[in-house]
T-cell receptor, first 115, second 116 residues
Framework: DVKVTQSSRYLVKRTGEKVFLECVQDMDHENMFWYRQDPGLGLRLIYFSYDVKMKEKGDIPEGYSVSREKKERFSLILESASTNQTSMYLC??????????????FGEGSWLTVV | AQKITQTQPGMFVQEKEAVTLDCTYDTSDQSYGLFWYKQPSSGEMIFLIYQGSYDEQNATEGRYSLNFQKARKSANLVISASQLGDSAMYFCAMRDLLYNNNDMRFGAGTRLTVKP
């Protein structure tokens, strides 16, 4: 079974803090993704990475950065957390190549509250 | 750019009845995949069903079927014989198949409630 593990299920951080959300996958997938989920807006893509050290901006990259130093790990960084970044964050991964038409695999999500 | 639209924020269905969740999409891609996911209150995303844009047959997986109408750009999910455990958020998603490095875009979701 594919396993995508997000390091923290629930976090509470203060405004202005630097926040790291970590994600690890164990299936040697090329692609990894960070989404943000908000009621009524569905899942919105923040960043995705198709290889080590490679990244592409999604629809809402402002206020976020990412790091992919190893194939299995994809980190989402909030340089200076703000209250409007309170949300559920979902990490996902998928194989690369044409077969990547198949589904992507999600972690359990990280609920971040910024106070 | 790809866009996924789910126009039903919430739906109710009686247990054992069938329900259709709507999804329309907009893309200029020639080759793409359409997906449905279920998200229970626990938050995990569960893959339900997949349809490729060149697949001639509508996809089916158990009680789930995908009513794919390419000309109308719709990919509705049909759940037959609803069960109480089907109560959840449902998301439609799309992914370009032509390129190796391809992300997935989601709709806003539909919350389905199955009534006993």
């Amino acid at each position: 079974d594919v396993k995508v593990t997000q390091s923290s299920r629930y976090l509470v951080k203060r405004t202005g803090e630097k926040v790291f959300l970590e994600c690890v996958q164990d299936m040697d997938h090329e692609n990894m993704f960070w989404y943000r989920q908000d009621p009524g807006l569905g899942l919105r893509l923040i960043y995705f990475s198709y290889d080590v050290k490679m990244k592409e901006k999604g629809d809402i990259p402002e206020g976020y950065s990412v790091s992919r130093e190893k194939k299995e790990r994809f980190s989402l960084i909030l340089e200076s957390a703000s209250t409007n970044q309170t949300s559920m964050y979902l990490c996902a991964s998928s194989p690369g190549g044409p077969s990547s038409g198949n589904t992507i695999y999600f972690g359990e999500g990280s609920w971040l509250t910024v106070v | 750019a790809q866009k996924i639209t789910q126009t039903q924020p919430g739906m109710f269905v009686q247990e054992k009845e069938a329900v259709t969740l709507d999804c329309t999409y907009d893309t200029s891609d020639q080759s793409y995949g359409l997906f449905w996911y279920k998200q229970p209150s626990s938050g995990e995303m569960i893959f339900l069903i997949y349809q490729g844009s060149y697949d001639e047959q509508n996809a089916t997986e158990g009680r789930y079927s995908l009513n794919f109408q390419k000309a109308r750009k719709s990919a509705n999910l049909v759940i037959s014989a609803s069960q109480l455990g089907d109560s959840a958020m449902y998301f439609c998603a799309m992914r370009d198949l032509l390129y190796n490095n391809n992300d997935m875009r989601f709709g806003a979701g539909t919350r389905l409630t199955v009534k006993p």
